[in-house]
């Protein structure tokens, strides 16, 4: 008997494909296999008998894959299983940024008396613009960047992207190898790739200068993408306009044209499905 232990929340749909022969148990340091989402393992003990992790979800970063590695347990994921989530929340976040949607709704939301009159005399501060023409560049073209591209194009955004290992699927997409010369061509950006040793802090102050000025950048990735103290500065100096990021940490909540999501990509009842039937 295989003794499986969740240490957060895991669909039931996915847990009910367990076939006989497995038991979901309480203690992880006694199981064969842990089912994770986001909790974070590296502090945690691994017990003697436990052979695999599956992450329910794309990124790996919660999870010591070096020791992993020592021990012989096998480490999965579910690559595209959330990809669909994701996406919309990204063309939820572009859609927030291009019209002032944040600001303009807790405006409306303090307003007290003769509201019709004061919102006609005061919306002009909210007007924003199309996002229809404006070049959108994908950096990582995985299952989730190849996803947003698509759907970004068809609402008539420009794409071009990034990806040192991209294989064109046929997506119409414009893949550059300089990430430098790719972003000075970008109204939009939006990072769709893995936290790593090789793509921690990556978007740093060379990147940010590179970009045009006025630039919004969304990040439904991680945060340890993006080196805050230059991102600080690139917004100081207006190279980025705005900055959409689903990972608010200490150094971001409160900023000015900061537009905080509480890590809701993945968060919804059919991608927690699917991450779960997948791991
Ligand atoms: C992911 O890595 O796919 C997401 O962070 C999943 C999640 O929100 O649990």
Redesign the pocket.
């Known amino acids: 008997m295989y003794k499986i232990a969740t240490l ?1 929340k895991i669909s039931p749909v996915g847990l009910k494909q367990l076939p006989g022969g497995y038991i979901l148990v309480e203690n992880a340091s006694e199981a064969d296999g842990i089912l994770v ?2 909790q974070d393992m590296h502090e945690m003990e691994l017990g003697d008998k436990l052979k695999a992790i599956a ?7 919660n999870i010591p894959l070096d020791k992993c590695a020592e021990r012989g347990i096998v480490v999965f ?2 690559p595209g ?2 990809a669909n989530a ?1 996406k919309e929340l990204v063309l939820c976040g572009l859609l927030l940024a291009a019209r002032n949607v944040p600001s303009a709704l807790s405006w409306a939301a303090g307003l007290k008396e003769d509201v019709s009159k004061t919102v006609e005399k005061g919306k002009s501060q909210f007007a924003g613009s199309e996002i229809l023409g404006k070049t959108l560049g994908v950096v990582g073209l995985g299952a ?1 960047g190849r996803k947003v591209a698509a759907s970004a194009k068809a609402l008539g955004m420009e794409i071009v992207g990034y990806d040192p290992y991209y294989v064109s699927g046929g997506e119409g997409i414009s893949v550059y190898s300089d990430l430098g010369e790719m972003l000075s061509l970008c109204d939009y950006v939006t990072l769709h790739l893995p936290a790593n040793d090789s793509t921690k802090g990556m978007m740093n102050a060379e990147l940010f200068d590179a970009m045009k000025d006025g630039t919004v950048l969304l990040n439904f ?2 945060d340890k993408l993006v080196n805050e103290l230059d991102l600080a500065a690139a917004m100081e100096s207006g190279k980025v306009a705005k900055y959409v990021t ?1 990972f608010p940490n200490d150094n971001m909540v409160g900023r000015e044209n900061v537009i905080l999501l509480p ?5 919804t009842a059919e ?2 499905d699917n ?1 779960a039937v997948m791991a």
């Open positions: 957060n989402r986001s992450r329910a979800g794309a990124g790996v970063n994921n579910t299983a959330n994701v989730i990735s991680r689903d890590h809701l990509g993945a968060s991608a927690e991450c």
